[in-house]
């Protein structure tokens, strides 16, 4: 690509149009990384909205309106420290480019799936494009800036976090009322505005001498964090007893032992497991784990009670949320420019509690709430996820050693993404278990199957098929067992995010993020221009 024209005034000096212009193109690299950060985050919480015209539609049961949401953050966890490994090998950019068309081919996929079970395949592999993508923003973006522009590069991907997670609600209500397949198409062209930006800004780079990919221990951590996960699930459906949930959890936890094992014999592992012997590293893992699970898990279970339960429109439903995504976004740019200096101890561990004070506040829902109940735990839950989210990435790099960065970020990654898996899988089962409990003692007749067809968003299709007598009735039990359980569902989110809060506060030691970037940073190689 040639210079572009230097302009210059009757003193020689660069003139004002021209630094406006290369300023505007110094940011492009980060506007690429932030176009396929925010698509493939917002996709996971953005189908929450569309559940109820999802069940209607494809006819699902509710282990499989989990799995829509589940498997994507499940395949995005699992493989994001494997995808690193192949960008530092064969190259970021060419990785981040190839995840993005991935991407885009799996929400067509999904946009098109006739049945539950090809949404659920195609999501999988949507899964897999954004793992592609995430394991590389970290990575290009250091490569891309230095010093005090990397500073803002990384506030202002902090701010992108946030705001995806939060914003899938709205955007998801908004396509939904015009079909909920278009949460899926909408993603194509942003893809393409991604590779083009993509294509014209970014230089490639990978990492010298890099290693070849895990494969073991890739299979292994896949095969045993989706055991876990399908345990999890069944046993919102089965119970905790049933041999559909207890022995693949069992199962699971053997496997990912044994990843352990074979981890530490590796000489280039997918994640070097002795970094948990740094207590910084390991507060900051599970302060990612549990902010998703604790800020994001329960929205799947807001979405259905404010549609199926309450009657609102996915549009009504998803702008509920607006508290949330205006405080998320509005404090994690203000925090990404101003909370670095600050030991993240107090950041993620104060963002957390916060968070967990949110869950609290939201557990105020009952039989007689309306929508209004949510706003006040919705804009303090804003307020948490805001402060801790933008430092969470910059506080795992610096509690590792230079050379380990790279696995860090991939390690936030992950523990981000399996917490939300492991969230709405745990909170399914609290979900159930009480609505099914306030069903029996109302004297339902079937209270397990009714509570799975509550979580269905099958509430209205429960009362249409009652007789007409004991329709007003049974709208009465529907709701106060909805209700029941969704409270239980926040208190459990509360109490982990406040549980979360405090393991990172008496945990964590690493320095601010901010004093941290001031070491010397090792040199990237550029990346060979491809011969043919």
């Not at 997670?165 to 062209?189: H, K, M, Q, S, Y």
């Not at 893809?191 to 010298?208: H, K, Y």
Request: charged share 10%.
């Amino acid at each position: 690509m040639e210079d572009p024209v230097t302009t210059t005034g009757s003193a020689g000096v660069l003139s004002e149009p021209t630094v406006r212009v290369d300023g505007m193109r110094k940011w492009l690299p980060l506007v690429a990384v932030c176009t396929g950060t925010f698509m493939l985050l917002i996709d996971v919480t953005i189908v929450n909205v569309a559940l109820p015209d999802m069940a209607t539609d494809l006819d699902t049961s509710f282990g499989q309106l989990q799995w829509v949401v589940d498997v994507y953050a499940l395949a995005l966890a699992a493989l994001v420290l494997g995808a690193g490994s192949l960008a530092d090998l064969y190259g970021r950019r060419k990785v981040y480019l190839t995840g993005l068309g991935l991407f885009a081919a799996a929400s067509l996929a999904c946009g098109l799936a006739p049945s539950a079970e090809l949404l659920i395949v195609a999501r999988a592999v949507q899964g897999i494009g954004a793992a592609a993508m995430l394991a590389t923003t970290i990575a290009l973006i250091n490569t891309s800036y230095e010093g005090r522009d990397r500073g803002t590069a990384f506030g202002v991907w902090g701010a992108v976090v946030g705001a995806a997670a939060a914003l899938g609600p709205i955007l998801g209500g908004l396509l939904t009322e015009l079909d909920w397949r278009w949460i899926f198409f909408v993603n194509l062209p942003i893809s393409v505005f991604g590779v083009v930006v993509t294509l014209m800004a970014v230089q490639e780079a990978r990492q010298p001498n890099a290693p070849r990919p895990d494969v073991p221990g890739i299979v292994l951590f896949t095969l045993g964090a989706g055991s876990v996960v399908f345990g999890l699930v069944r046993a919102a459906a089965d119970g905790w007893s049933a041999p559909v949930a207890a022995g693949p959890l069992a199962a699971g936890v053997l496997v990912l032992v044994a990843w352990v094992l074979v981890e530490r014999r590796r000489r280039a592992p997918m994640l070097d497991v002795s970094l948990f012997g740094n207590r910084s590293f390991t507060g900051i893992m599970l302060g990612a784990l549990l902010l998703n699970g604790a800020a994001f898990a329960h929205n799947l279970y807001i979405s259905l009670w404010l549609q199926s339960v309450l009657g609102l429109s996915p549009l009504q439903g998803g702008l509920v949320f607006i508290p949330l995504s205006a405080l998320s976004f509005t404090v994690a740019a203000f925090a990404g420019r101003y909370l670095q200096t600050l030991a993240p101890r107090f950041v993620v561990g104060g963002g957390l509690v916060v968070i967990g004070v949110a869950g609290l506040l939201l557990a105020l829902v009952d039989a007689d709430s309306s929508w209004t109940v949510l706003v006040p735990g919705l804009a303090v839950l804003g307020i948490g996820v805001g402060v801790a989210n933008p430092t969470l990435a910059s506080a795992a790099l610096a509690a590792v050693p230079r050379e380990r960065s790279g696995m860090a970020s991939g390690a936030v990654n992950t523990s981000r993404q399996l917490g939300f898996a492991l969230g709405v899988a745990v909170l399914g089962s609290v979900f159930t278990a009480q609505a099914a409990t306030v069903l029996r003692e109302g004297g339902a007749a079937d209270p397990a199957g009714t509570a799975s067809a509550l979580t269905a968003g099958q509430a209205g299709q429960l009362i249409g098929s009652a007789p007409a007598g004991d329709r007003a009735g049974l709208a009465d039990l529907l709701g106060s067992a909805y209700a029941s359980g969704l409270h239980d569902v926040f208190l459990v989110s509360g109490t982990a995010g406040i549980v979360g809060g405090l393991l990172v506060l008496w945990l964590v030691r690493a320095a601010a993020p901010g004093q941290a970037q001031q070491r010397p940073r090792q040199a990237e190689q550029p990346a060979a221009a491809p011969t043919r």
